[in-house]
């Protein structure tokens, strides 16, 4: 069982930069592919970021390339999201996910584990 911590949320202007983290635990975190995911009221949780094992290959969605950037650091069992150039559209709680035999993870379906998300609100 793997649990993911996520941090690094909060209140930000448009324009600004955030860095979220999660930590893992529980299990062997370089067995898994992770991801990012965000979801707002109403909608479903959507793919933001992924990268692979190894961290030697990144995903991102169309919304969030060139302004989001995904990396894990395996010794200390933690994925990271730098957030640059965000925008009011941006603003929704992000989700730490976990994925094992997968090169990546892009769709919730394919997660094993969640984190709790953590808050991010970007103003205009």
């Known amino acids: 069982q793997v649990q993911l911590v996520e941090s690094g949320g909060g209140l930000v202007q448009a324009g600004g930069s955030l860095r979220l983290s999660c930590a893992a635990s529980?299990?062997?975190?370089?067995?898994?592919?992770m991801g990012w995911f965000r979801q707002v009221p109403g909608k479903g949780r959507e793919f933001v970021a992924s990268?692979?094992?190894?961290?030697?290959?990144?995903y991102s969605a169309g919304s969030v390339k060139g302004r989001f950037t995904i990396s894990r650091d395996n010794a200390k069992n933690t994925v990271y999201l730098q957030m640059n150039s965000l925008k009011p559209e941006d603003t929704a709680v992000y989700y730490c996910?976990?994925?094992?035999?997968?090169?990546?993870?892009?769709?919730?379906?394919?997660?094993?584990?969640w984190g709790k998300g953590t808050l991010v609100t970007v103003s205009s």
């Open positions: 996910a976990a994925a094992a035999q997968v090169a990546v993870v892009t769709t919730p379906n394919g997660v094993h584990y």
């Open positions: 529980g299990g062997s975190f370089s067995s898994y592919a």
């Open positions: 990268i692979s094992r190894s961290g030697g290959s990144t």
